[in-house]
């Protein structure tokens, strides 16, 4: 029976507590803690043109966890998850503070997501496994891996990865509601993601880092096929949670947004007293 049994509210309520106050320590603290933060650097695709720090992972786990660990249900109560969740986000916080090869980083995530397809309930016949468990099996490892990298490759935009985990796991949640089943744990991490939101909308005063990003699109595709496989909700839920039409709502106006800033930024570059670029003048903002 999970702990928050009494009431839906208490998980994501709780969720979203946790995040805030850690959020007001990390971004509000003291100047040597705000020095010990990873930064994210800006580049010719990037939407600041400043250091911001990447610490929101921290926050949206620190909330979630408690909500996880404490709820019942076939998908957060089985905890196959958890270990492969947690080497994952391990070797992406290290990277976010000194620095890890993509070749091993994407060695972690693959030997993850074949631990947590193995961990998967499977109906074995007389044969045993069978060339299309190996299949499946495959199939389900790629599909982790790229929700997990898919996840990364948002966090960079200004409110994007925010949204599409506050639109997939509430999603989750509410398929899961529908079915009788445990909604908790979906809820408490889609109010986590809601809390994050709030210092990741433009100009945004943090980003996830990969310790965030990457574990949030894991767990995306971790708890969607738990959930089918549970049969809580139908296969097409899964590629609709991470991939929503509100990623693509938000999307759309960032690509523009990134190409001005890259012509900006190389205009910017290019001048010299003695030659000014040839570029439209700024219109300067009210």
């Not at 060695?107 to 069978?130: D, F, M, N």
């Not at 990969?210 to 590629?239: K, Q």
Request: aromatic share 10%; charged share 10%; with cysteine.
């Amino acid at each position: 029976m999970s702990v928050f049994a009494y009431s839906p509210w208490v998980a994501p309520l709780l969720a979203a507590a946790v995040t805030a106050a850690v959020l007001a320590v990390l971004l509000g603290g003291a100047a040597p803690l705000r020095r010990w933060l990873p930064l994210d650097h800006p580049s010719d695709r990037s939407l600041h043109d400043r250091p911001v720090a990447r610490v929101g992972g921290i926050a949206i786990w620190a909330g979630f966890l408690p909500a996880a660990l404490f709820s019942a249900g076939p998908v957060a109560g089985n905890l196959a998850w958890l270990a492969p969740w947690a080497l994952v986000i391990g070797v992406s916080f290290v990277d976010d503070w000194i620095g890890v090869r993509p070749s091993v980083r994407l060695a972690v995530q693959t030997l993850a997501a074949v631990a947590l397809s193995l961990a998967l309930p499977w109906e074995r016949g007389a044969e045993g496994i069978s060339a299309q468990h190996v299949l499946v099996v495959i199939g389900m490892t790629f599909a982790i891996v790229w929700s997990a990298n898919l996840f990364n490759f948002m966090d960079g935009s200004d409110g994007l990865a925010a949204v599409m985990s506050i639109c997939g796991f509430a999603a989750f949640g509410a398929a899961a509601a529908r079915a009788g089943a445990n909604a908790d744990v979906f809820f408490a991490l889609a109010a986590a993601s809601l809390v994050f939101l709030s210092v990741n909308l433009p100009p945004a005063r943090t980003f996830m880092g990969d310790g965030g990003s990457v574990g949030l699109g894991f767990l995306a595709a971790a708890f969607g096929f738990f959930g089918i496989r549970a049969e809580i909700w139908p296969t097409w839920l899964l590629y609709m949670s991470t991939r929503s039409p509100s990623s693509r709502a938000v999307a759309w106006p960032s690509e523009p947004a990134r190409v001005m800033i890259s012509r900006s930024r190389a205009c910017d570059k290019a001048a010299t007293p003695m030659s000014p670029p040839a570029c439209p003048p700024r219109r300067n903002s009210k």
